[in-house]
């Protein structure tokens, strides 16, 4: 019986209710007076300085991925972008990957440290490794990784991961620092949530890899994560381990994309059911290449048009959480997507482990192929060239604005006095330690125009105070 309240899988991921959410939305998908009233719906309102977004249910967004009369779609396309101005603006929170240890004990057929595969050499980081890795980081300008391990429970026990993220934040090279770390490892138990949240992790991300229990068993045909209930459940036990901020996804390509679509607005329902409080982000990851992977054997691809239709469902359907894309995603299609409604990309990644420390792209251990290979420096300057206020950003998580904390912000309207100009603050310190002199112009141009638009006096006065505080060697103010 479908229950959004319920702290069992099998209920707020009902598959009956999956079912009957498809079969609504192909019954529907050319009723264009529900569209119409949907499209109506979901609109940012006003009210004073305050701005309001809907978001949509489920059935209703699906019926808007069903719908492909022309006209319609591209007022999707409109609105996500109008939705993405109304509470993003036209800031990029900028982030990269740190792979840990690819031991695994798991089986997942897509990802090629599954157990069975004899060919990948096993790497594990030490914590001198570590170090290198995060200096390596902070000198190219990163301020907010995201840690990514494989499951091996004598390997990488949690302990190894609390000590690697208090070395990580340990480092403070130059003017670098780490100043979040997010974290996505397997699912764990409410114990290990709150020793991680104790570390001071920002977002707990896991992706559910597929919402659909019986391909999920097929595809996770061994290990814990076998497990689809304990995988499902895994952001309630992060939330009782009084983690705020958890992130979701699917990756796109395992099973059709509709039913995923339906069952990840249904886990964000529940998360608000059950908690109050939606997820944090939700990821877009697509299936990828790699070493004892051929993306030929999974027969559910989505063609560029379909995801970026998907990006646009997601900004329309969960307004306030935050969507990432990663450099599984080429320049050109980060570009389309960009647009549509993603707050945070990352820049410069490498999926092997120890992948930073080396001069040249190391192969052997890489989780997928990496499609965007641009260093951080030009991706900064693309994200410039085309509008946007590339953000290094902390600061919510550090004055404690997580959870329902930081939807109210979202909600109150505040986000131009608040992150506007964090951005801005974030990117002068890049700018003046890590940019190249063209990316150095360009950056300093767009500060300049992007002051005006915080609308409080007060706040923009201390932001000029602070940018030339910056300029002459200070560094990490945050309204
Ligand atoms: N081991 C952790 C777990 O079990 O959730 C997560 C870390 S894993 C390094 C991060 C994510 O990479 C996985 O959740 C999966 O969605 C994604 N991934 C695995 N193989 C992939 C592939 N071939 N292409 C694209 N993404 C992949």
Sequence with gaps: MYNPASPSA??????????????YAARNKNNVELIDSLLEKAKPRRLGKEVHCSGLTHREASVLLACELPEKVKAMYDLAEEIKKAFYGNRIVIFAPLYLSNYCVNGCVYCPYHAKNRKIPRVKLGQED???????????????????CGEH?????????????????SVKNKNGAIRRVNVNIAATSVENYRKLRDAGIGTYILFQETYHKESYHTLHPSGPKHDYNYHTEAMDRAMQGGIDDVGLGVLFGLERYRYEFAALLMHAEHLEAAFGVGPHTISMPRIKRADDIDVNDFNNAISDGTFAKLCALVRIAVPYTGMIISTRESQDVREKVIRLGVSQISGASRTSVGGYGEEERPHDTEQFDVSDQRALDEVIKWLMDLGYIPSFCTACYREGRTGDRFMSLCKSGQIQNCCHPNALMTLKEYLMDYAKPATRKTGEKLIEREIPAIPNDKIREKIRFWLSDIENGKRDFRV
């Design 130 to 148: 570590i170090l290198r890795e995060v200096n390596a980081l902070q000198d190219m300008g990163h301020k907010r990784l995201a840690l990514e």
């Design 153 to 169: 429970p004598s390997e990488n026990p949690i302990e190894y991961v609390l000590d690697s993220i208090s070395t990580i934040y």
């Design 10 to 23: 099998d209920e707020f991921i009902d598959h009956r209710e999956v079912l009957d959410t498809l079969e």
